[in-house]
């Protein structure tokens, strides 16, 4: 379907929500119901894949289902998206993704605004995301490609791994750092180390273009020179 662009601004403001209250709200449940951390980190990794898949199949189809900036700046460099759409989509997903945070303290009967104390910085993690935002943009593109009807499930299912290989458990976007910076829980990052996450899940998305764009076009001129 063909949808306008008020539209599609909903449709990724909610889209990032739902997901943020999926990644904060589990998180603050499993903490509240183990403390095994590897308990609380798998009751943390099993929704937030599962709304992806969800998010991604009803919503996919009204605004392509970015719900992150990174996704929105590759597809604005490949000219799938215009400029002012694309900045709509990024304030729209971190809008959508604030409003997740708070709508998973009001369900906990938290306070509604807090800020993160957890420390997560360091080159380690920084690594991490940028791997973690590589994979998922790259898992996109060839998705895609390829399969571009099993998108929802290859995005939930890598993210649902990507938590547990990453040292960053894989935010993997911009929109929900931002988030999870208003949120002293499980899911929580400080504010001061947002910066060096952000810039490197942008310098992996960027990556995963580039690799991608050469990597499926090959086959294509190979195929032109058969001819």
Do not use: C
């Not at 911009?174 to 180390?193: H, Y």
């Not at 580039?210 to 086959?219: D, Q, S, T």
């Amino acid at each position: 379907m063909a949808a306008d662009l008020s539209r599609r601004i909903v449709a990724e403001a909610l889209g990032t929500a739902m997901l943020v209250a999926a990644v904060v709200g589990s998180g603050i449940m499993a903490d509240r119901l183990t403390d095994d951390v590897a308990v609380a980190l798998l009751g943390n990794t099993l929704p937030t894949g599962a709304m992806l898949v969800v998010l991604i199949t009803i919503l996919g189809p009204i605004s392509g289902a970015h719900f992150n900036p990174a996704v929105t700046l590759v597809f604005a460099l490949k000219r799938e998206i215009g400029a002012n759409a694309a900045l709509a989509y990024l304030l729209a997903q971190v809008a959508g993704g604030l409003a997740g945070t708070f709508l998973a303290h009001a369900m906990f009967e938290q306070p509604i605004l807090q800020i993160a104390e957890t420390a997560r910085t360091g080159s380690g993690q920084w690594l991490a995301e940028a791997v973690a935002t590589f994979g998922l943009v790259f898992t996109i593109l060839t998705g895609l490609r390829f399969r571009p009807d099993a998108i929802p499930w290859l995005v939930g299912l890598y993210i649902t791994a990507a938590y547990w290989f990453t040292a960053s458990t894989s935010f993997a976007n911009p929109a929900v750092a931002i988030a999870r910076a208003f949120s002293n829980t499980f899911a929580g990052i400080r504010p001061v180390d947002l910066p060096g996450f952000i810039l490197a899940e942008f310098v992996g998305a960027l990556l995963a273009m580039i690799l991608a764009g050469w990597l499926l076009a090959e086959p294509i001129r190979q195929m032109k020179a058969a001819e």
